[in-house]
């Protein structure tokens, strides 16, 4: 009795704890939601950016070249000129995929962080499931005395009375007996386990 008692508090404790637990979760997860929206929008913002960029310097390159046929410009400034023009978007590629990059681990830790909340919450439920199988059940004994009594008054009172007149019963079937009462504690959970 003790120990359902000890176990029972302990899950009711653990319960209390791991709903702690998945209020925080639940905060952080929150928290990062919005943080994720805002790394979003940086992301979006980036490509435009890589791309708007990229399109301006791939028009300004087709320019270079041009002034470095018509001979407006020497081939060797034309050159580097078209080197540090790739250069630059080549590095706003990269400044944007960093961004990206950002953005894609921010959704990684949020999809962790889910995941562990749902095992938070299992973990809750099942706890709650044992405190719920732990509840204490009727006494067993005191089902066996009411169906003693009730076998002792279905007996005809003639039966009662006659007491040289003794049957042999067996000691299993016998409610006076301690293992009359055990076997029609087992009948009766059988029972009620049938109808459950």
Do not use: W
């Not at 805002?38 to 087709?62: M, T, V």
């Not at 990269?94 to 921010?106: I, P």
């Not at 938070?120 to 005191?142: F, G």
Request: glycine fraction near 4%; include cysteine; hydrophobic fraction near 35%.
């Amino acid at each position: 009795m003790d120990n359902k008692n000890a176990d029972k508090d302990f899950l009711v404790n653990k319960i209390v704890v791991l709903q702690e637990i998945i209020v925080e979760k639940t905060s952080q997860f929150n928290e990062l939601v919005e943080t994720i929206k805002r790394f979003e929008g940086h992301s979006s913002g980036s490509k435009d950016l890589s791309e708007k960029i990229g399109n301006h310097i791939k028009k300004q390159q087709a320019d270079v070249v041009q002034l470095a046929v018509q001979q407006k410009i020497a081939p060797d400034i034309s050159k580097f000129i078209e080197i540090v023009l790739e250069n630059v978007r080549t590095f706003v590629r990269q400044a944007c995929g960093d961004v990206e990059r950002l953005y894609f681990s921010k959704q990684g830790e949020l999809l962790f962080l889910q995941q562990e909340i749902e095992k938070l919450v299992i973990s809750k439920k099942k706890c709650e499931q044992s405190v719920k199988d732990l509840e204490i059940p009727p006494e067993p004994q005191a089902v066996a005395s009411s169906k003693i009594e009730e076998n002792v008054a279905s007996v005809p009172v003639e039966e009662r009375q006659q007491p040289t007149k003794k049957k042999r019963v067996r000691p299993d079937q016998d409610p006076t007996t301690r293992v009359g009462r055990a076997a029609i504690d087992i009948k009766e959970r059988k029972r009620k386990n049938k109808k459950l």
